[in-house]
């Protein structure tokens, strides 16, 4: 996750939405908030708890060192319209664990800073999404989440058995996991966890116990998702772990399915889910879309093929018969969508009179070869392994391949240079069937 302005502490005002009450009472980009109802705004939770009251006095320093202060009158929980130049207002707060499967420690070095930067911040997890250890936190900070009902929020659990999360993250005060979650769920926080496999550390019998533990906190935790680790080539001086294999994978979802059944007998929900890799994996079919009951963790890579795979065939339905498109293009993925790529694929040309498929399976020479998802496939391995393609009309490759709102690679190699390194025109794919069909629909 990476942060524009991670050092700015000051309230600065970047936009006003159009319509609402700031817009309305003058408030302008570059203004500074000074307090609301008397009350310094430390970070994001202070704004989004003060502002909740129906009446509000907020004060505003102007460009020109003019205060201003504002007495508003509005709906229970209406928002103002106030963006900050920093979403979190102050620092974001960095990550002390050492967990054993930690990613960004096992990065090589010279990649930009920002990659390397690890957050574990709770209010990442209210605003953007981010799963938090909640391991760095004290007492105070776990009853303001209390107080200002922070919900929901996304945990990284892993183990709730607290001699193992400690081993496991490497922090003292991790052990303590369960009793915060306890906490969180008598105050009705609404919580999403997720478990990082290592296999044969807490998976087994490890993973049942936690699952029963995290079930007993239902319906405040909403779901559970299991994913595997990820281990890059760059692992001297860390812990040895292990990869899943297809057996390996196998029994996870196993014991995945078992819980589902008990889980839909007890609550008529089945509350943890597999991520897409551990099928893909045991080679065992990817679940029907109900079973994943409205996609709560598919952030976390949990039915991603499914709603993709759901979605091409839904818009192929509305190609129109006879569709004719004589173009060529390579597309683009890692390792581990190849097999579900080219049945994709197969469906659209059989659809799409003329036009010509072939998916390329990168090998992620970069990292590894154990890392297999697209995401983390790089502009040099690209290059390296599809040399000249101006025979190809184009080359696809998907956006998450890219850094956020930008036309750059994980290595820093641009767009353009993929481009000019490639002799032909790089196509940007959302990750979402409809973008994907009509890629070949429209042209």
């Known amino acids: 996750m990476e942060l524009n302005n991670i050092n700015e502490n000051r309230n600065i005002i970047q936009n006003i939405e159009k319509n609402s009450i700031a817009e309305e009472l003058g408030v302008e980009t570059g203004d500074i908030l000074l307090s609301i109802n008397g009350e310094k705004v430390k970070d994001i939770i202070d704004y989004k708890y003060l502002i909740a009251d129906e009446y509000i006095v907020v004060e505003i320093e102007k460009r020109n060192e003019e205060i201003w202060e504002l007495e508003i009158e509005k709906e229970y929980s209406e928002d103002i319209g106030i963006v900050f130049t920093n979403p979190l207002i102050d620092k974001a707060r960095s990550c002390k664990n050492k967990c054993m499967f930690c990613f960004i420690d096992q990065l090589p070095k010279g990649m930009r800073e920002t990659l390397y930067f690890k957050d574990d911040d709770s209010r990442l997890s209210f605003l953007q999404g981010n799963f938090v250890t909640l391991t760095n936190m004290s007492d105070d900070e776990i009853n303001r989440i209390v107080r200002y009902r922070l919900s929901p929020i996304n945990i990284s659990v892993h183990t709730t058995e607290p001699d193992l999360r400690v081993k496991m993250l490497r922090n003292k005060n991790a052990g303590k996991i369960y009793g915060i979650l306890k906490k969180f769920s008598e105050a009705g926080i609404e919580m999403n966890c997720q478990i990082v496999l290592v296999p044969g550390v807490n998976d087994g019998e490890h993973l049942k116990r936690t699952l029963d533990d995290l079930f007993d906190l239902y319906p405040n935790i909403k779901s559970t998702a299991v994913v595997p680790i990820g281990i890059t080539k760059f692992r001297e001086g860390l812990s040895k772990v292990s990869c899943y294999d297809k057996e390996s994978a196998k029994n996870v979802i196993k014991i995945v399915e078992e819980k589902q059944e008990y889980y839909l007998k007890e609550k008529n929900?089945?509350?943890?889910?597999?991520?897409?890799?551990?099928?893909?994996?045991?080679?065992?079919?990817?679940?029907?879309?109900?079973?994943?009951?409205?996609?709560?963790?598919?952030?976390?890579?949990?039915?991603?093929?499914?709603?993709?795979?759901?979605?091409?065939?839904?818009?192929?339905?509305?190609?129109?018969?006879?569709?004719?498109?004589?173009?060529?293009?390579?597309?683009?993925?890692?390792?581990?969508?190849?097999?579900?790529?080219?049945?994709?694929?197969?469906?659209?040309?059989?659809?799409?009179?003329?036009?010509?498929?072939?998916?390329?399976?990168?090998?992620?020479?970069?990292?590894?070869?154990?890392?297999?998802?697209?995401?983390?496939?790089?502009?040099?391995?690209i290059v390296d392994q599809l040399g000249d393609c101006h025979e190809y009309d184009g080359v696809i490759i998907p956006r998450s391949m890219l850094k956020s709102n930008e036309n750059i690679l994980l290595d820093d190699l641009t767009v353009k240079d993929l481009e000019k390194k490639l002799n032909t025109k790089i196509i940007i794919s959302d990750v979402d069937g409809k973008s994907f069909v009509n890629i070949f629909n429209n042209n």
């Open 269 to 381: 929900i089945r509350f943890i889910f597999a991520s897409d890799e551990f099928f893909v994996l045991s080679g065992q079919e990817i679940p029907k879309s109900d079973e994943y009951e409205g996609f709560p963790q598919i952030e976390n890579g949990v039915g991603l093929i499914r709603v993709f795979n759901d979605e091409v065939d839904k818009e192929l339905a509305t190609v129109d018969e006879g569709r004719v498109n004589n173009n060529s293009y390579l597309l683009v993925t890692g390792t581990l969508a190849y097999d579900f790529m080219n049945k994709i694929t197969k469906k659209i040309s059989e659809r799409i009179e003329g036009l010509r498929l072939k998916v390329v399976a990168i090998t992620n020479n970069y990292f590894g070869e154990t890392i297999t998802v697209s995401g983390l496939v790089t502009g040099t391995d």
